[in-house]
């Protein structure tokens, strides 16, 4: 009998240390996503911190987290019954980051003011073109996704370059810049190119690092990591601790994270979806521009303002890289101008600001990919519709379609049900006339 109970026991302390450092390991992140949600909710999107508690952070276990705001300081941290503290704070342009690990004093030194971009506004001139459309089809598709359960917060629908479509869930609107989670993969994209077309960087590069040199990674072509298809072991998981989120919420340095995987198959031989390749890229542009003023001020000056879409915030990490993976907003609006520029191969104003071809190059299947993916752009290999899109955690989209002369924008808050982009666009594909 005693025996027994001794081995019970042991059951029990094996099973509660267990439990223990499983709730170590992983409530860190939880508050570090809250912080750092909630953060940039608030120095960013300018919401109220009871919105952000009632919807961005009210689910899974973030809905436990307590959030103490530091509106002098502009900080926020996050706990679980006190406990895991994580502090997030804003550096103006450089958006907010995790502070765990860094002097937060030298942090606030990193932060800048953006640079002035004049808002181009979108042509809302439709008289030439409404016989094309069929407004009572396309408000159709416009109720299907403003359903209480849909969680839409912004829709904005291009067509021929004019706006023919703009709705907004409550408390959000035409002015309001929100999350593009993964979409800003393809902002890295631009800035590959345009890196490209001023002759500053190849896609041929490899050795694109000296932790890389002496091992099989100094084989690592730039345009492998642009296909994700770099080799890299990689684990893309959001339902716990994975490579993504200890890479988002527990580092300060998400392209060193993702740098230092280790090399699996040789390059361009497999697909492997990776946030952590996007960062990398990220590194390689700061590197290859070796000026981190220049970094900091590249995407503003290079491509927001020449799009005219000043609301753009390109978040960057505690080491000063940015987030290319994730961390990014704008209005629903400026998401629109940016989908725009790819619509027109590159075009915006009447400047190129993408080499010619560049589009085509980005929504062209990386050879692994089963057609599913370009260069950092996701493509519909399952649709009959000739779309790449800029695809974003709970349902963030900017959808192209170049037959159809349309850019549509989704953005919104899928939690319990996964919004069907392909129901949705198919939809306000239905409603322009043949």
């Not at 302390?13 to 992140?29: E, G, M, N, Q, R």
Request: hydrophobic share 35%.
């Amino acid at each position: 009998m005693k025996k027994i109970k001794r081995i019970l026991l042991a059951i029990v302390l094996i099973t509660l240390s267990y439990f223990i450092y499983d709730t170590s390991i992983k409530l860190p992140v939880v508050t570090g996503y809250s912080a750092k949600d909630v953060c940039s909710g608030l120095f960013i999107a300018n919401r109220s911190l009871e919105s952000l508690e009632n919807n961005d952070i009210n689910y899974s276990f973030m809905s436990k987290t307590s959030i103490k705001v530091d509106r002098e300081e502009k900080s926020v941290t996050a706990s679980i019954f006190g406990l895991f503290p994580r502090k997030a704070i804003y550096r103006g342009a450089l958006g907010c980051c995790i502070t765990k690990g860094y002097n937060e004093e030298e942090l606030k030194q990193q932060a800048f003011e953006r640079p002035t971009i004049e808002n181009i506004p979108l042509d809302t001139a439709i008289n030439g073109i409404k016989s094309e459309i069929d407004f009572k089809l396309l408000n159709s598709a416009l109720d299907s996704v403003f359903e209480r359960e849909e969680r839409t917060r912004g829709v904005v629908i291009l067509y021929k370059n004019k706006l023919i479509a703009e709705r907004y869930g409550d408390g959000f609107d035409q002015s309001t810049p929100l999350l593009g989670w993964s979409m800003n993969k393809s902002i890295i994209n631009a800035l590959v190119g345009i890196m490209k077309s001023q002759n500053r960087l190849d896609l041929n590069d490899k050795a694109l690092f000296k932790e890389w040199e002496n091992d099989e990674r100094k084989d690592i072509a730039l345009n492998d990591l642009m296909h994700m298809s770099s080799g890299l072991d990689w684990d893309e998981g959001y339902g716990g601790l994975s490579d993504v989120t200890k890479m988002l919420y527990k580092t300060g340095a998400a392209s060193g994270y993702a740098m230092a995987k280790q090399f699996s198959v040789k390059p361009d031989s497999k697909w492997i979806y990776s946030s952590g390749t996007s960062n990398i890229i990220s590194q390689y542009i700061r590197n290859t521009i070796s000026n981190d003023q220049e970094y900091h001020n590249f995407p503003y000056e290079e491509l927001f303002k020449r799009i005219g879409a000043p609301s753009f915030y390109f978040e960057a990490d505690a080491s000063g890289t940015f987030v290319g993976s994730s961390f990014g907003y704008a209005t629903t609006r400026d998401w629109a101008k940016f989908g725009l520029l790819y619509l027109n191969d590159g075009m915006a104003n009447g400047e190129r600001i993408l080499p010619e071809g560049w589009a085509e190059y980005s929504y062209t299947p990386a050879k692994a990919s089963n057609g599913k993916y370009g260069a950092q752009f996701w493509l519909n290999a399952d649709s009959e519709i000739d779309e790449f899109m800029c695809i974003g955690h709970h349902g963030q989209m900017v959808s192209i379609i170049p037959s159809k002369d349309l850019v549509i924008v989704r953005l919104g808050l899928s939690i319990n049900k996964r919004f069907d982009t392909n129901k949705f666009n198919q939809n306000v594909v239905n409603s322009i006339k043949e």
